[in-house]
């Protein structure tokens, strides 16, 4: 039985990306696709898990599809304020939730490579962030995660993220460690949109497995932190 995949956001950069990585794997389908001022319908009840890529105003709306119906939701959608976090923790009282912020392996294994800077906290340290021009949040949700393990790592605030927008840059996100002998840098730069959209679909086929609770990125790569 192929796994039924939601996309919402569907004609958005990502959701059309999404739909491509969909469409290349056999044991998906491509069940339902959902856009600005449309409802899935009766189609929401036999959706096995729903990817949104859309906008935060539109989460809590989408949850409830998925609520409703007992589904799996995975959301890469940034610019989150608090409300649509705790949104995302009551969901995940009921349903499994996977939100990340970054859905590349790459940047799950950086954010755990930050435990290594926890040996040099003594250090200044720089968070710089590089997109394209129509990229509508900065910082950059990926950059305001870093920074949130960075300063949980260092046991110290880390100063504003540098932004910068501009062309078509995919994300370049860079780590400075600085000290008055050395600059140690972790970078990470995604070459394309697909990235994303394998990592948001490999979340989605990992989480209709899992059992109610919130999920990140990197749980699917080395399992959910107790
Ligand atoms: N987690 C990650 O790995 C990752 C990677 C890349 C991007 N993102 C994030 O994903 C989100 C989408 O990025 P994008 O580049 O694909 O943006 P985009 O091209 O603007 O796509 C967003 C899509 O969602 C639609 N939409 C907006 N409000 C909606 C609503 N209320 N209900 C249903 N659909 C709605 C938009 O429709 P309209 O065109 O009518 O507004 C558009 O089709 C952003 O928050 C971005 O930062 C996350």
Known sequence: MKIKIGVIGASGRMGQEIQTVISRNEQLENFCAVDRNEEPGAKASEVDVWIDFSSPEALSKNLQWAITNQKAFVCGTTGFSQEHYRLLEKAAEKIPVLWASNMSMGVAVLNEALKAFSAIADFDFQIEEIHHNKKKDRPSGTAITLKQNLEKVLNKSVPETLAIRGGG?????????????????FEHTALNRTVFAKGAVKAATWLVEQKPGLYQIRDVLFGKRN
Not at 169 to 185: N, P, Q, R, W, Y
Request: net charge negative; proline share 0%; aromatic share 12%.
């Open 169 to 185: 840059v995919f994300g370049v996100h860079k780590i400075f460690a600085m000290s008055d002998e050395e600059v140690l840098t």
